[in-house]
């Protein structure tokens, strides 16, 4: 993957950037378990999170929104991971794939559910909530919406608030996806 968007030094950043890095590399996602590095190791940010430094102001709340969303919500973190990795899988986003697959790894998802999400299939999953959540994240990543029974069955196991979250978190990764597409290089072939 060849970088669009060169990466800046900690020493380099403005006030407003800076902000920025400290609150990625400072908050919920340093506090815990690391399965992936923020920044590489002359401390630039990896991923989606160098592009956040574009605009202080957005990449402030847009990273606050992924903090919220990984470390806030009702989501249990097997049905966190899963969602994530659709949207990885229907991005086609290299990085999030293997960011999240460690996460997923460490929230007891196995080879064989992580094998079938990265083809984009649902998982063999005994669990309601999380075949409803995988089910609404794949209708959510492809249709954008979700038909009356998809969104009854997600009701029924996630509720309304756990039903918010899983959408707000499938378009947060889908945006990150975006932004690793145009400003990383990241990419599959598309259908023109």
Not at 9 to 26: F, K, M, S
Not at 27 to 35: L, V
Not at 55 to 65: D, F, K, M, N, Y
Not at 177 to 186: M, N, S
């Amino acid at each position: 993957m060849n970088a669009r968007l060169r990466g800046l030094l900690p020493g380099e950043l403005e006030a407003e950037q800076a902000e920025v890095y400290r609150a990625i590399t400072g908050g919920p996602r340093a506090a815990g378990p690391q399965s992936f590095a923020l920044a590489d190791e002359e401390g630039r940010l990896r991923g989606p999170f160098n592009a956040m430094l574009l605009s202080p102001t957005v990449g402030l709340a847009l990273q606050e929104l992924g903090a919220a969303v990984r470390y806030g919500s009702v989501l249990r973190d097997r049905v966190r991971e899963m969602g994530i990795l659709v949207v990885a899988a229907h991005w086609g986003s290299a990085f999030e794939r293997e960011a999240h697959e460690a996460v997923g790894r460490a929230c007891g998802l196995t080879e064989t559910e992580l094998a079938a999400l990265r083809e984009g299939s649902p998982p063999d999953l005994a669990d309601p909530a999380e075949r409803a959540a995988v089910r609404a994240a794949a209708a959510l990543a492809e249709a954008g919406t979700l038909t009356d029974e998809e969104y009854g069955d997600a009701v029924a196991v996630l509720g309304e608030r756990g039903v918010f979250e899983l959408t707000t978190l499938v378009g947060y990764y889908s945006t990150l996806a975006l932004h690793l597409r145009v400003f990383a290089g990241e990419h599959r072939e598309r259908n023109v």
